[in-house]
Antibody, heavy 117, light 105 residues
């Protein structure tokens, strides 16, 4: 059974870069798309982007200028970088496994990132 | 593509049949998924495609619809079903979610 673990800094100052990593165990990175989704406290879900094992990434246009998603096949890890954060980026960030144009079927536990001066 | 769920919140009792609606701003055929999120937990996939039930999801959950109008039905509410439900379109980028429906006792 695939398991997703997440880690990264949980407290940032405005203008810093958010960096999160998602480690995949119990399954292969191939044949899937790896998503990042975020959820501000008390609010709904926002899709950030996805990447496949070949490194092809697609981003939400609302974040595209600041976001990079990458994959490291040697470590079975997916990473999220979000530059120039502000308080509006405070959210729970989820890594999740999906199938393109189909569904997201396994979610990580989430990492709460707070942006505060 | 904008997704509008209704109602935003719903009060119901154990044993009730409930229906949640998701309307897309344009045709998405059957490229829709439904998720359940309990407080403090990650979302969980319930249904995708043309009402395909994810493995392990109880049969009291069902989905229907195509085009722009979709429904999630819970045939007989159980205590563990009180949560927030989201629809997601996966027809085109960027994938988008509905605003959520909070199901309360």
């Amino acid at each position: 059974q695939v398991q997703l673990q997440q880690w990264g800094a949980g407290l940032l100052k405005p203008s810093e870069t958010l960096s999160l990593t998602c480690g995949v165990s119990g399954g292969s990175l191939t044949d899937y798309f790896w998503n990042w989704v975020r959820q501000p406290p008390g609010k709904g879900l926002e899709w950030i982007g996805e990447i496949n094992h070949g490194g092809r990434a697609t981003y939400n246009p609302s974040l595209e200028s600041r976001v990079t998603i990458s994959v490291d096949m040697s470590k079975d890890q997916i990473s999220l970088n979000l530059r120039s954060v502000s308080a509006a980026d405070t959210a729970m960030y989820y890594c999740a496994r999906g199938r393109r144009f189909s569904r997201v079927d396994h979610w990580g536990p989430g990492t709460l990132v707070i942006v505060s001066s | 593509i904008q997704l509008t769920q209704s109602p935003s919140s719903l009060s119901a009792s154990v044993g009730d049949r409930v229906t949640i609606t998701c309307r897309a701003s344009q045709v998405i055929y059957t490229y829709l998924a439904w998720y359940q999120q309990e407080p403090g937990k990650a979302p969980k996939l319930l249904i995708y495609g043309e009402s395909i039930l994810q493995t392990g999801v109880p049969s009291r959950f069902s989905g229907s619809g195509s085009g722009t109008d979709f429904t999630l039905t819970i045939s007989s509410l159980q205590p563990e079903d009180f949560a927030t439900y989201y629809c997601q379109q996966v027809h085109s980028y960027p994938y988008t979610f509905g605003q959520g429906t909070k199901l309360e006792i």
